[in-house]
């Protein structure tokens, strides 16, 4: 590995590289993200490089480790190429078969292909309607690089953004670039980030920091974690640039504890890049000094929050600030400090390679670009998708997700995290935009979208998320500390069957004191779960107050019973109840002790029968005069 003295060193790399490239030598790539982990890719992969051996095809095929798919309940994913034959759910008995069927003989292995309901079988991952309905600018190189390799990123013109900027643009010149793409943050805020730069370029002080923001808290989302581990380059390429532009020299990627492989990953890449010459002194002969350092976060929700972030990378407790001090101006160590998430900076090299006007064809008029979104709960494709901003949230669910599993209706979608609103089905045509989402009470947030269908309790979904808000609030300012408990104990009673028409005043009133008076975002931010769910499912609050849950779902407000026509005394139940709550004969009718029931459905999960149902305890009240 020698160091590259200038762009024209980058570039004599980069045509050797590609030269020993040959497009027509089969290359299995595999998905090697923390998601297919789980489900053994490595093990995968070990079986590949076994049986390419037995068949004496090692050094003819070549294996690729690489980033996520996105695709992830389908892992571990394997894309043949060049052909592009993708297989879904591959296990070790696999492989075999796959390199003698597919490497040798060309032949196409139906079972392990994605089923399209209305096409049939896809070959192709392209033309995977998961796939082929997103636009996966910054995503899409995850599946082409290995992501150990720097080789990889430099063949696919990683690295010539840095040396375009700075062998050809002046810092100011990096820097309207950026804001003239009109980038915005793609953390939660959706601030300018260009106009973020320009605020820590002009404040007075030295040191200037460049931060990469990838704690990402929110339950369900992994997008910067899934950058990071598969393509850590385009993060740091686009953070050098960035400090370029401000006039930074020292930069921090901080990443929470729960990210061991993006920390491996990033720590490589880093290593890679001094190596060459893409980071410490002098960078391409350019004169620029800049080093990164990696700091592990402890897995604080808070710390997401820029202030609260500096804070636990200054080694203390990470709590927010106030706001009348920018960070922009004093922030790590009082000094002006620029921080962006991940998917942020990844976007920097693009723009900068081809141009704000490039950039700004995608999107909306004030929201440029595309998004990274954790698409999951109860849709049938669940991943990472990619999309270009303004696009509907129908067009997600059902284009690219394909819509609700088990024939079951749509109900509501949370966008931005446990702090985003819950949206309902007349709001589905919505363009997804920092706009228009937060005009509907919810937030882009860092981009999870958790889909819910008919059998969803908007009570209970809210009181989830306050929950986890009131767990994760620092107790730094009363108003979220406290406002965040009282609101819990209040969902608490509604679900519970114990509140008052009072009390949902009381919630609302809680609501918008917590909203208004919070310190930092995540109190700002937290009531919007409750809000939306209180503007859109109010019917459902009102049903709760007179003691029923219409989806019996919360378990106060429901009672198990078993139907006397439909029960063949099977026994599953009484054997399955860890309570001894269910009595009966071998054949005879069984019945349930209300007052021994932990409602834990266990046997509601085991009957064969359709036996066994969720009442209300009105519906029971009924059923049991009925059958007596």
């Known amino acids: 590995m020698r160091k590259l003295q200038s762009t024209s060193d980058m570039e004599k790399l980069r045509k050797e590289l590609l030269r020993k490239q040959d497009s027509s030598k ?12 789980a489900y053994g890719s490595e093990k995968v992969v070990s079986a590949f490089e076994n049986e390419l051996k037995k068949q004496k095809l090692e050094g003819k095929v070549e294996i690729k480790r690489t980033g996520c798919h ?10 043949i190429y060049p052909e592009e034959i993708c297989y879904l759910q591959v296990k070790i008995e696999d492989v075999k078969e796959i390199v003698s069927r597919t490497i040798k003989a060309g032949r196409i292995i139906d079972r392990l292909l994605y089923t399209d309901l209305k096409t049939g079988k896809v070959v192709h991952e392209s033309e995977i309607p998961f796939y ?33 900027a700075l062998s050809e643009m002046t810092p100011k010149k990096v820097l309207d670039e950026i804001k003239k793409a009109n980038l915005r943050g793609r953390g939660g805020g959706g601030f300018p980030a260009g106009r973020k730069w320009e605020s820590v370029c002009n404040a007075p002080g030295e040191p200037k920091y460049v931060i990469v923001n990838c704690d990402e808290g929110d339950p369900g989302a992994y997008m910067d974690r899934s950058l990071m581990e598969g393509n850590p380059h385009s993060v740091i390429e686009g953070l050098i640039i960035g400090a370029y532009a401000i006039g930074s020299h020292k930069g921090y990627i901080y990443v929470r504890q729960e990210y061991p492989l993006a920390v491996e990953n990033t720590e490589l890449a880093i290593k890679q890049a001094e190596e060459y010459g893409l980071l410490g002194k002098n960078i391409l002969n350019s004169g620029f000094d800049f080093t990164i350092k990696i700091h592990r976060g402890a897995g604080a929700f808070v710390s997401g929050e820029s202030s609260a972030l500096m804070s636990a990378i200054e080694g203390k407790v990470g709590e927010p600030r106030p706001k009348y001090i920018h960070t922009s101006e004093k922030g790590l160590w009082d ?22 006007d490039w950039f700004k064809t995608f999107g909306t008029e004030n929201s440029k670009g595309t998004k990274i979104f954790s698409l999951v709960g109860n849709v049938n494709n669940t991943g990472l998708v990619e999309v270009p901003m303004g696009i509907t949230l129908r067009e997600i669910i059902y284009n690219i997700g394909g819509g609700i599993p088990n024939g079951k209706k749509f109900k509501a979608v949370q966008n931005g995290g446990p702090s985003g609103g819950c949206i309902p089905e007349t709001q589905l045509d919505l363009p997804v935009d920092f706009d228009e989402l937060n005009k509907v009470g919810s937030m882009m947030g860092s981009g999870g979208m958790i889909v819910m269908d008919e059998d969803t309790c908007m009570v209970d979904i809210a009181r989830y998320f306050v929950k986890f808000l009131s767990q994760e609030s620092c107790g730094k300012c009363t108003p979220c500390r406290e406002g965040l408990r009282h609101m819990l104990r209040i969902l608490d009673n509604i679900a519970d069957g114990k509140a008052a028409e009072e009390d949902i005043k009381r919630l609302e009133e809680l609501s918008e004191f917590v909203k208004e008076a919070s310190l930092c975002a995540l109190g700002q931010t937290a009531p919007n ?64 002790d209300v007052g021994k029931c932990i409602k834990c459905g266990a046997c509601f999960e085991v009957c064969n029968f359709d036996a066994v149902s969720k009442i209300s305890g009105k519906e029971r009240n009924l059923k049991e005069l009925t059958y007596n």
Do not use: M
């Open 26 to 37: 089969s290359c299995i790539s595999i998905c090697s993200g923390t998601g297919c982990h």
């Open 70 to 79: 996105g695709f992830c309940e389908k892992g571990p994913i394997v894309v």
């Open 132 to 164: 082929k309905n997103q636009t996966r600018l910054i995503f899409g190189n995850n599946r082409k690089i290995e992501s150990k390799s720097i080789e990889d990123y430099i063949a696919l013109d990683g690295y010539n953004a840095l040396g375009k």
């Open 335 to 356: 000094k002006p400090t620029c921080l962006n998430n991940v998917e942020t900076w990844a976007n920097v090299p693009f723009i900068i390679n081809k141009g704000a």
């Open 529 to 592: 779960p409750v809000l939306s769910t209180l503007k859109y499912f109010r019917d459902e609050y009102d049903a709760h107050l007179q003691g029923e849950c219409p989806v019996k779902v919360c378990k106060e407000l429901i009672q198990y019973y078993i139907d006397p026509e439909k029960c063949k005394g099977c026994g599953l139940c009484l054997n399955k109840c860890p309570t001894g709550a269910i009595s009966g004969e071998k054949k005879g009718v069984h019945t349930i």
